[in-house]
């Protein structure tokens, strides 16, 4: 009834996957290339989540 007034649960990990590729790509601009990789491994890892949280949603 009210489930227009329930949070996304994607819409959070969107926005994290989106602040960790953007962190990844100032970082491998900088020639960090060690937390370049972390922070996409990372960023990976969430949007594997957000994906998983779609195909329940269907």
Do not use: C, W
């Not at 994290?16 to 100032?26: D, F, K, P, T």
């Not at 601009?29 to 949603?57: C, F, H, M, P």
Request: without cysteine; hydrophobic residues 40%; positive net charge.
């Amino acid at each position: 009834m009210f489930a227009f007034l329930k949070s996304d649960p994607t819409k959070k990990l969107k926005k994290r996957h989106s602040i960790l590729l953007e962190q990844a790509m100032q970082a491998q601009r900088k020639g960090d290339i060690r937390t370049y990789s972390e922070l996409t491994a990372e960023a990976e890892k969430v949007a594997d989540e957000i994906q998983r949280l779609g195909a329940n949603k269907a």
